[in-house]
């Protein structure tokens, strides 16, 4: 009987241990492995129809009556407005629907006066031309 020399007792388990790796991962397909297409696009379409949904609220809010009304008072212009919206990233755009939103509900309630309601759409401007020229 033949004695295995020390080099080729330490490759034998290396080799066996790589070859068990290789069959191990070649059975799983690569379906396993990956996001399915159809998954990453329904994520996709339903993150744009989120931010879409936002914008279109943010713009709706400045583009009312009431709220240009009071832009017009300031040095802010609607159109300046108009344009920066879309450019605000996903949270930022996310941030300022929310507060949109509680505007819409204090203006409903009664709880602002003209001038608060003034004062308060002049920051929300003033602070989306901000964020777009940092």
Known sequence: MKVLSSGTRLI???????????MLLGSLKAEDRLVPASELHASLVKAQE???????????FFSS???RKALKGSSVEYKKIEKAVPMLSDEELGTLALRTQEIKRDLAAGALTNQQLTYIV???ATAVLVILAT
């Open 50 to 60: 989120a931010r879409d949904a936002k914008r279109k609220e943010v713009a709706e």
């Open 122 to 124: 002049i920051a929300l």
């Open 65 to 67: 009556p009431q709220i």
């Open 12 to 22: 034998a388990p290396v080799l066996v241990a790589a070859f068990g790796i290789t």
